[in-house]
């Protein structure tokens, strides 16, 4: 009877010891967080690339989470930072991110936030006399030109908009040759719409034959857009561009509706090929064209679309690479031997940066996406239109 007994608890030992490292297995976690705007006047980015973080995590987790070093299985915890558009307080959230044993941060929304920012982390790795943040950043949405070559430290997954404007700018005048000339606005004290506007926008449209023939500027606050407007109308422009976010291109549009300018063509800022502009004013946007990386052209995208919209966001360019930067995430933990331990942290941060900076090409929701030496992506894109009350794919530029 005593041996039986002793039998009895070894065994209950046993099972007990292996449940409780069962449980453990599957308590294990790798937490990866995003930062961004997710309030104020631009909060709505911030807002839907929360929701499409949650969404590409449950369906990651959903099917088993990201595998470790050891051979376990981890699954993904995230939460959203809000540093609303301001540089002091992107600072302050990624510093504070940095503390924490998260693993990498996804974000920021606002390239005024992502210039200084990514200025606090170390330029170059393993250079001892920078003590910068050595911490990896993977971005979504900030996409004004070149941002990823301040530090070894920041990868983007924005697309070229220099690209994307340039063949824009090609195929207006492919399709519409009697078109000469160009009238630009633009939203003038946001990093992203000046930067389109000056060294992308309208370099790409002069590199195609157009005439500049005139511009007008805003703030980002701004209400009224009648003066701005009148000077468009003098000069009676074949083209329209506005380089803006869809707050002040819906008052825009609607002040040339009233002052019944009617351009030929009219294009916009990438970031206002979202939902926001077509609520805002879809009558007044109806024709507006604008280069995009993300529209639901396949069966995956609109998939990602749907499981974004169930966590009350939208999917558009910005949260789309939101979307991908969690897959490609997932992919470089269970390749780059990932601890996923206390102990482990900085080492793991370190194998995450070197994984991103070796990759060439990554799964995008339309096709592969290019990585680049220097940090920054190449990515599929498609020109859309407003029409009606959406987008509507215009052309395929590699079809």
């Not at 000056?198 to 703030?219: D, I, S, T």
């Not at 280069?291 to 396949?298: D, G, I, L, M, R």
């Not at 996923?340 to 592969?368: W, Y």
Request: with cysteine.
């Amino acid at each position: 009877m005593k041996l039986k007994s002793l039998l009895a608890a070894g065994l209950l030992g046993v099972s007990t010891l292996a449940l409780a490292t069962a449980a453990a297995a599957q308590d294990k976690t790798i937490r990866i967080v995003g930062f961004g705007a997710s309030s104020g006047v631009v909060g709505i980015f911030g807002q839907n690339s929360s929701a499409a973080m949650q969404a590409a995590f449950e369906k990651i987790n959903e099917a088993g989470g990201v595998t470790l070093a050891d051979g376990s299985q981890a699954k993904i915890v995230t939460e959203y930072y809000d540093d609303r558009c301001n540089a002091e307080e992107g600072i302050s959230v990624l510093r504070r991110i940095a503390s924490t044993d998260a693993l990498v941060a996804i974000g920021p929304t606002c390239s005024n936030v992502a210039e200084p920012l990514f200025g606090i982390l170390q330029a170059k790795v393993d250079d001892g006399g920078d003590t910068g943040l050595q911490f990896p950043v993977f971005t979504d949405v900030a996409i004004k030109g070149g941002l990823a070559g301040i530090s070894e430290w920041v990868f983007r997954n924005t697309p070229s908009e220099a690209t994307m404007y340039d063949s824009l700018f090609a195929w207006i005048r492919q399709t519409h040759p009697e078109l000469k000339t160009i009238y630009g606005g633009v939203e003038e004290d946001f990093a992203h719409s000046r930067f389109t506007w000056y060294e992308v926008m309208k370099k790409a449209a002069e590199a195609n034959g157009f005439e500049v023939v005139g511009e007008a500027q805003w703030l980002l606050s701004d209400t009224n857009f009648s003066n701005q407007a009148r000077g468009m109308r003098r000069a009676e422009p074949n083209v329209v561009a506005i380089s803006a976010h869809p707050f002040t291109t819906c008052g825009m549009l609607r002040e040339m509706a009233r002052q019944k300018i009617e351009p030929e063509v009219l294009v916009g800022l990438t970031s206002s090929s979202s939902l926001e502009t077509i609520s805002g004013c879809a009558a007044e946007a109806q024709g507006l064209t604008i280069p995009t990386s993300f529209a639901p052209v396949n069966q995956e995208a609109i998939e990602a679309a749907e499981a974004v919209v169930a966590k009350g966001g939208q999917m558009d360019l910005h949260s789309a690479s939101a979307w991908e930067n969690a897959f490609i995430l997932r992919d470089v933990i269970n390749a780059a031997g990932i601890e996923g331990t206390a102990e482990s942290l900085e080492e793991d941060r370190r194998k995450i940066r070197d994984a991103l900076a070796q990759l060439t090409e990554a799964p995008g929701l339309l096709g592969q996406n290019k990585r680049m030496p220097d940090g920054e992506a190449v990515k599929p894109y498609v020109f859309v239109h407003a029409k009606d009350k959406g987008w509507e794919v215009l052309h395929e530029p590699s079809s």
